[in-house]
């Protein structure tokens, strides 16, 4: 019996990803920040305009935020606030501003 090392998975072909990625529903958004964080290509892949532009084509040219950032000045309040299911902890948000 020869031993062997064990071999690396062969990579995937670019069009395959960008492929499997464009079936991602926008409704979850998040789902398309957790694959760039997989590997470089999945990144330039999610970060390149044709994905983009494919992806709203093929979603009905919806765009999705996730949500934004915030320097609130009391501690208890949170620093990101999802846009998906936005409730202010805060009574009074006059200092607030979307950037």
Not at 61 to 73: D, E, I, K, S
């Amino acid at each position: 019996m020869s031993s062997t090392s064990p071999r690396a998975p062969p990579e995937l072909i670019p069009d395959a990803v960008t492929e499997v990625l464009l079936c991602v529903p926008p409704d979850d958004p998040a789902r398309l920040v957790r694959a760039a964080a997989v590997c470089r290509l999945w990144h330039r892949i999610l970060a390149g305009p044709a994905f983009r532009s494919r992806y709203c084509e093929l979603h009905g040219g919806r765009r999705h935020v996730l949500g934004f950032l915030h320097n609130p000045a009391e501690r208890r309040l949170p620093r990101f606030v999802p846009t998906g299911s936005f409730r202010p902890a805060a009574a009074d948000q006059r200092n607030w501003y979307a950037l």
